[in-house]
């Protein structure tokens, strides 16, 4: 039997959201999917603790998810939103930034160019982050979460500012990452083609009002 990461039953969120109940799969591809409205990306933030469910249970590995320490957690279920917040200076400055406040040590930059062509990045380390495009800077976000290679990978509208041909090629980039590093992906996808050629699991959601 597929051992289930997450598991929920009967989840609400602050009245309004309710969710039928759900299991995502560990070391597949899930999507999630539904109309808008249907709390896609709130249900990513119930995953790494973001925010807390009003009612009902979420279990990740079998605990409540309210077991786990939320830093921790948050480290271990990387929740990559749809809005870049990057730091001033270079892509360079921008890892070394992110993994002195995790108090990691940085990767030598073979392993950084080699996210960032995960990415569909093609500047070197010393390219300043006030050059880049809007979708650049989204996939540089992606790219900076990517490097720690976190068990669980949340990924809100990840390709959203790319064209079909580059969305494909970063979505098979992504995958085949995971794939190298024993990662579950779990991707919020409005594009029907991306899901249908990556999924091994969909979680459809319906658009269900609390009462």
């Known amino acids: 039997m597929q051992e289930m990461l997450f598991q929920t039953k009967a989840l609400c969120y602050q009245g309004f959201l309710e969710y039928q ?9 899930t999507f999630l999917t539904g109309e808008s409205g249907s709390g896609k990306s709130t249900l990513l933030k119930l995953f790494n603790r973001s925010i807390s469910p009003s009612s009902g249970s979420l279990l990740y590995r079998g605990r409540p998810i309210e077991a786990y320490d939320s830093i921790p957690l948050r480290r271990e279920v990387s929740l990559v939103s749809q809005s870049a917040y990057l730091f001033d200076g270079t892509i360079l400055e921008n890892f070394e930034t992110v993994y002195r406040l995790r108090e990691c040590f940085l ?5 950084l160019e080699k996210i960032l062509r995960i990415c569909m990045l093609q500047f070197p380390l010393d390219q300043p982050t006030a050059n ?3 979708g650049e800077k989204q996939r540089l976000y992606i790219a900076l979460f990517l490097s720690f ?3 669980v990978l949340l990924l809100d509208e990840p390709t959203s500012a790319l064209d079909q041909a580059n969305a494909h090629g970063m979505m098979e980039n992504l995958i085949g990452f995971c794939r190298e590093k024993k990662m579950t992906p779990i991707i919020v996808s409005h594009d029907r083609t991306l899901v249908e050629t990556y999924q091994e699991c969909i979680v459809e959601l ?3 009002n609390a009462v």
């Open 149 to 151: 290679a976190p068990p």
């Open 107 to 111: 990767p030598d930059e073979a392993y």
């Open 21 to 29: 109940d759900i299991g995502i799969p560990e070391n597949k591809v």
């Open 206 to 208: 319906q658009r269900r």
């Open 132 to 134: 880049l495009s809007g």
